[in-house]
């Protein structure tokens, strides 16, 4: 499952779960911590322990928030493909079958924005500053996510 996958379905439970926010709080007979909402009619979950209650009231709250901010860092941390450049003429190099010659893959937002516009216009080579993709911001999510199942 990609980084992208766990992103995807947390946003999608939480879209198909009772709306928050989720309060937890201790049943009238204290047998019991119930998760609660205005809306939800009863009691969404019963929990013996009162960390359980509140981890499951603050999960609605917080895990769509952390999905979406995950997400949005790595749109940030894209990928910007490169390839061999003659700067003297502006355009790429080219091989024997047309195809631009590859080079590793740049990081969107830690490569600094003059070596970007720079790459955008054919105009750079290895010794400008680059973070290559992935970088260790978006190694870092992808590795955390690649070890969890929602
Ligand atoms: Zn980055």
Redesign the pocket.
């Known amino acids: 499952m990609t980084a992208r996958d766990v992103i995807a379905q947390a946003l999608a439970l939480s879209e198909a779960a009772t709306d928050g926010p989720w309060v937890a709080s201790l049943n009238d007979d204290d047998s019991d911590y119930a998760v609660w909402a205005d809306d939800a009619g009863s009691d969404i979950i019963l929990a013996e322990r009162e960390a359980d209650a509140l981890l499951a009231a603050a999960a609605r709250t917080l895990l769509p928030a952390f999905a979406k901010a995950l997400g949005d860092v790595l749109d ?3 990928e910007i493909e490169t390839f061999e450049a003659d700067p003297a003429n502006g355009t790429w190099l080219y091989d024997e079958n047309g195809e631009k010659r590859p080079l590793p893959s740049i ?5 600094p924005d003059d070596t970007l516009l720079e790459v955008e216009e054919c105009n750079w080579d290895d010794g400008m500053e680059t ?1 290559r ?6 190694a870092a999510i992808t590795a955390a996510l690649s070890e969890v199942t929602p």
């Open positions: 940030m941390h894209s990081c969107r937002h830690c490569t973070v993709y992935p970088c260790p911001t978006r």
